[in-house]
Structures are given as C-alpha cells and as structure tokens.
Antibody
Framework: QVQLQESGPGLVKPSETLSLTCTVS????????WSWIRQSPGKGLEWFGF???????NYNPSLRSRVTILLDMSKNQFSLKLTSVTAADTAVYYC????????????WGQGTMVTVSS | EIVLTQSPGTLSLSPGERATLSCRAS???????LAWYQQKPGQAPRLLIY???TRATGVPDRFSGSGSGTDFSLTISRLEPEDFAVYYC?????????FGQGTKVEIK
C-alpha cells in the first residue's frame, strides 16, 4: 500500500528557507494530488497546497507568496519550500495524498516537527 | 475562505455512550467534499469519513456522518476505548482547503 515519509531539517533559523521532502513508496507519484499540511497549536491544521504529477499546482492564497511545491517523478518524491520563516512557522509538517483535486486526504505521512529558532 | 466551526470543543463521555460532533461551515459546502478525520496523540490524522457519509476503508460502522449545506455531523454510536481522540472536519469544496479546530472526545 502507498506510504508517505517526510524528511528534512528539524531546526531552521528565522528568515531562512524551510525545505522538506516527501517520499512516496508502494505506489507511483504519477497519479493523485500531493499536498502539504501543517499543524500548530495556534493555527490548527493548515493546508499549503497541492501538486499534480503534470506539475499543476494550487496554493493557499495566504501562503502563496512564500510557498513552492515541486515534484520529482524520477525519485517518486515531492517537496515543500517555505521562504522567510518566522517562529510562527514552527509546526508539525505533514505530506498527504488526495485521489482527486477535490477529494479528502486518504493517506498521510507520519509528520515531521520543524522548529524555527536562532 | 470557508471557515469550519466545530462544537463542542470537548466532549466528556463514557465508553458505550453515543457521541455526536458538529461542524458548521461559514458558507455552503457540497456534500461530496466534507470529510472527517480522527487524530490520536503523536499520530497523523486518519481519514474516517468522506463525501459526508462514506466510511473510509477499515472504519467501523459505529462511525457515521450526515448533513448538508452548512451543517454536518459525525456520530459514534457506541464509544469504544480506542475512539477517544480528537476529530476534525475538513472541506475540499473550495480553495483553500480548510479544517475545523477539532473536537476532543475524552473519557468521563
């Protein structure tokens, strides 16, 4: 069955760029819609956006200016870049799958904690 | 942006009791695009219900969802010990996708 695994630094300095990767195993990335979601005590669950294997993306307008989601089919991975981070970006970051552009998220990674601090 | 408001914030019940959780949307959501998730401490959310009332694979039939328009609910007919967790509603009708703030179901 399809599984997702997030990876990346657990600590990022303020004003720098947060970069995370999600590896898809047990299935191909060349279908479905791949999202990033974070969870913090202050803001709950927050959706960043998704990417389709064609490269089409849909971003949360509130984060669009700082977010890039990319996909690497050769590695069966997709990634998140969040620029100019502040302490407010400290959260658990999840990658997740949606079977269509409007579907629920049926598979989630285990999550990775990212702390923004100097 | 569609705001989802869940109530109550915390539900204190005993095993075997019935739990009813509410999710109210700030504007109408198609019933095809309302989902519910369960989250336990230290774990990722798990999809329970999608399309308002369709149980995800492996979800016991004590979980049921209903509603339309702006009012949706999740019912757990008889609480089992493993059901004590936080539950979130989620809409994928509009972008950005949004989640409710969660209802914690705790043991009384």
């Amino acid at each position: 069955q399809v599984q997702l695994q997030e990876s990346g630094p657990g600590l990022v300095k303020p004003s720098e760029t947060l970069s995370l990767t999600c590896t898809v195993s047990g299935g191909s990335i060349s279908s479905s819609y791949w999202s990033w979601i974070r969870q913090s005590p202050g803001k709950g669950l927050e959706w960043f956006g998704f990417i389709y294997y064609s490269g089409n993306t849909n971003y949360n307008p509130s984060l669009r200016s700082r977010v890039t989601i990319l996909l690497d089919m050769s590695k069966n991975q997709f990634s998140l870049k969040l620029t100019s981070v502040t302490a407010a970006d400290t959260a658990v970051y999840y990658c997740a799958r949606g079977l269509s552009a409007f579907s629920a998220f049926d598979i989630w990674g285990q999550g990775t904690m990212v702390t923004v601090s100097s | 942006e569609i705001v989802l408001t869940q109530s109550p914030g915390t539900l204190s019940l005993s095993p075997g009791e019935r739990a009813t959780l509410s999710c109210r949307a700030s504007q109408s959501v198609s019933s095809s695009y309302l989902a519910w998730y369960q989250q336990k401490p230290g774990q990722a959310p798990r999809l329970l219900i999608y399309g308002t009332s369709t149980r995800a694979t492996g979800v016991p039939d004590r979980f049921s969802g209903s509603g339309s328009g702006t009012d949706f609910s999740l019912t757990i007919s008889r609480l089992e010990p493993e059901d004590f967790a936080v539950y979130y509603c989620h809409q994928s009708n509009n972008s950005p996708r949004t989640f409710g703030q969660g209802t914690k179901v705790e043991i009384k």
